[in-house]
């Protein structure tokens, strides 16, 4: 019996010994990896340098900040030196500085373009509950994204070069974000520069394209001032006049005159259905 008993304590204690091994083991291959996914960040002939700077010998101390695991600290720490700041805003392509450069001069200045804005600037989701998506969709942005002084997303603006038609990936990609767009009412202007052209043709290009997508004021968005759901524009029958009226009426009452929302351009008629009288 006595026997029998120290067996099952020697066995007991084989099993926590082996668990704890295997634990260290474990961390150690995620650390491993997540250095390594970290490694892909950068290109070939930085990847020599950056790895020099990781040897064991110069890892931070790990006092430095004891809450966050050790891993994690050196990974960050280590990568300080591998960032630049970037000289300009928009640099990856050379349209779409010049499409930059149409739209400044198109929109009303009482509204920001702001380029390469990111999907976490604009949408919110479970990104824990769906991290697989997650993982995809942070890393996708839009060109640009005209927004109020206050803000809110107002009109995306997509700049399509030669890769759009080809890579099925970004086909499927550009679908998403256009269907994902329709869903949250905001509209999308695709500026087609796939054929090389002059800088003066994707000027031109450019700011008929707006034009075209956004002929009138119900082609942008327009949020309520009390609940920033959409507007819609409305006809006051007793007035024989047109305002914008939150979608959510009755429940909200929210509404502002015409002449309060900026137009999006000079010149940009209020409702389609007016073009026709
Ligand atoms: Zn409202």
Redesign the pocket.
């Given at each position: 019996m006595k026997k029998m008993v120290v067996i099952v304590i020697i066995i007991l204690f084989a099993v926590v010994i082996l668990k704890s091994i295997l634990g260290t083991i474990k961390r150690k291959k995620k650390a491993k990896n997540n250095y390594e996914e970290n490694q892909n960040v950068f290109s070939e002939e930085k990847r020599s340098e950056s790895q020099a700077s990781l040897t064991e010998s110069k890892l931070p101390e790990p006092s430095i900040t004891k809450a966050v695991p050790i891993e994690e600290q050196y990974l960050l720490l280590n990568f300080v030196d591998e960032f630049f700041l970037k000289k300009e805003m928009i640099k990856s392509d050379e349209a779409e500085s010049i499409v930059y450069s149409a739209l400044e001069s198109l929109i009303n200045e009482k509204y920001i373009i702001i380029p390469h804005v990111g999907f976490r600037e604009l949408f919110t989701w479970d990104w824990q509950k769906y991290y697989k998506i997650t993982d995809r969709v942070t890393k996708m942005h839009f060109d640009f994204v005209i927004f109020t002084r206050n803000f809110m997303p107002v009109l995306v603006v997509e700049v399509w070069g030669k890769m759009h038609e080809d890579d099925p990936k970004v086909i499927e990609r550009d679908v998403f974000k256009q269907r994902l767009l329709e869903k949250c009412g905001l509209h999308l202007v695709k500026i087609d520069v796939s054929k090389s052209m002059p800088n003066e043709k994707i000027k031109e290009l450019t700011i008929q394209s707006i034009k075209d997508a956004v002929p009138d004021r119900e082609k942008y968005t327009v949020y309520?001032p009390?609940?920033k759901?959409i507007m819609k524009i409305k006809p006051n029958k007793k007035e024989g006049t047109l305002f914008y009226g939150?979608s959510?009426f009755p429940k909200?009452k929210?509404s502002q005159n015409i002449s309060d929302v900026p137009p999006l351009y000079d010149g940009i008629a209020v409702k389609a259905v007016e073009n026709e009288n």
């Open positions: 309520c009390k609940c759901a939150c959510r909200c929210g």
